[in-house]
């Protein structure tokens, strides 16, 4: 297979670090076919639907005659895409060929042809009390979500009571917080990134709850504790991409939702994913922008927001925002002087900074004053080279990466180190290659 390596930036790299059997539970969906195929590279699109009524395996050297020279980035990037989703599947025999998920292509193929229906309709507005204007529904959405997020890092500055789930606050605890003896618990360096990251995307905060978390493995825990509330993580995954579909501002039945779903559906309430009201007979939901603008790309420029902090050579700071979350970021790696109504007020300095670095909190600007602090970090391993060919080195990456082993290669010299705990087992597996 390709080099492949899933680094989570944004809900789609979350989905494709699912196992096979998750990812063919989700292409049983046409609508997860469909928000699948949304967030795929132009190149992988055009792929897709080539060989969207091709039954059999193309040559990898066929797909490369579908693109110019120039575009050759691109093509792998495609095809790293398709393989990491397990849409393609790669095969080597003679020659090395692509052949389509056979669920997804099928599944895909009716979608396109005979169209769907969600599993349910907006409820009619005779039935439904006063729903809140798009704007409200907003400030609603981003009012739950910082709540949440200052809970996180400073309860004692939380404006209101929350009512967050206590399994779901440990479960993100557990990936964005570190607290040793008798301390106060800390920011890690994931937990700083995932905030860093949702200062420039506040327009996709339900992309974001999936980045950030591969440095510390956090997606190795289920989501707001999935496994143990007995929720299957494809599930969790499919329901969140159903609501991509849903018209934000509409409001959708609570009892057209499975068993599992009405499980999930006030956690996601809790973080501004749905408003949930209750009117005199029935229930309903109703979807915000967080959730149905689910699978928009990080990369989207379009929805990076406009810097508020201004920093002086001498490194006062200056941050226009009304926000406590906004402020009590800023607390992680500066001095707040003092806070007006819209204006904080504050400096970078070397004893902040010191505190920033403790928490795993780096930047290229201050890499200087970061310099006297770093140390080296010595880890058991183990040296390889002198392959014999590079279908053996390129075997022995993959088993390394796929016990999470591999700690530097040189595929054009044929070179790789590994973690002690598997040299043992590299060394079976590479006896099993020579014979």
Known sequence: MPQVKIIAKNFMDMVASLTARDLNKLYENPFICEAILRSLP????KYVFQMLYIDGAIPAKTMEEWVLPDGFTKHKVAIDRLVQLRLFSEEKKKETTYR????FQSNLQKHLINGGALPREPMPSGI???LPTLEDLEAYAIGQWECFLLQLISSAQAERPTNFSSSMMKVFQRGLLIQRDKEAPRLTESGFQFLRIYLQFPGVASDILFSGFSASKFLRVPVFDSLERGINQADLISFLLELSFHVAGEAYNLNTLSEIQRSMIKDFADLGLVKLQQG???SWFIPTKLATNLSMSLTDSSARKEGFVVVETNFRMYAYSTSKLHCEIL?????IEYQ???LIVGAITKESLYNAFENGITAE????WESDLNRVEMTPAHYYEEFPSRDVFEAACDYARDRSGLLWEDSKKMRLVVNAEIHMHMREFLRGQNK
């Open 280 to 282: 005199r007979k029935e």
């Open 42 to 45: 132009p190149l992988a699109k």
């Open 128 to 130: 439904t009390a006063r």
């Open 365 to 368: 600007q201050i890499r200087l």
């Open 331 to 335: 607390r992680l790696f500066s001095k």
């Open 340 to 342: 007006l109504p819209n």
């Open 100 to 103: 389509l998920n056979s669920t």
